[in-house]
């Protein structure tokens, strides 16, 4: 089973958080916050008015809170609109 999105909207997979930070220190799993790098798993059509300036296996940056999250097979994924995408990070 996958995921189309329709429209303006881009299926995303969240990065795994850093274990550690780079000077070396290892995070407890409270001092980590929620991973705001993802990869582009699929992406829409776009609209009329909403151009899609991304591509499958992006990685980009989101806002922290953005989109809904859905599982499937066992995985999750993150839906969001294209506005919600910060930038890409190459």
Excluded: H, W
């Excluded at 991304?54 to 953005?66: F, M, Q, R, W």
């Excluded at 499937?72 to 609109?81: A, F, P, Q, S, T």
């Amino acid at each position: 089973m996958s995921i189309r999105p329709l429209q303006d909207r881009v299926v995303l997979k969240m990065t795994e958080a850093e274990e550690t930070t780079k000077g070396g220190i290892i995070l407890t799993s409270s001092a980590k916050e929620k991973p705001e790098v993802a990869e582009v798993i699929e992406v829409g059509v776009g609209t009329a008015d909403v151009k899609m300036e991304v591509a499958k296996g992006d990685k980009v940056l989101i806002s922290k809170y953005s989109g809904t999250n859905v599982k499937l097979d066992g995985e999750e994924y993150i839906i969001v609109k294209m506005e919600d995408i910060l930038a890409v990070v190459e």
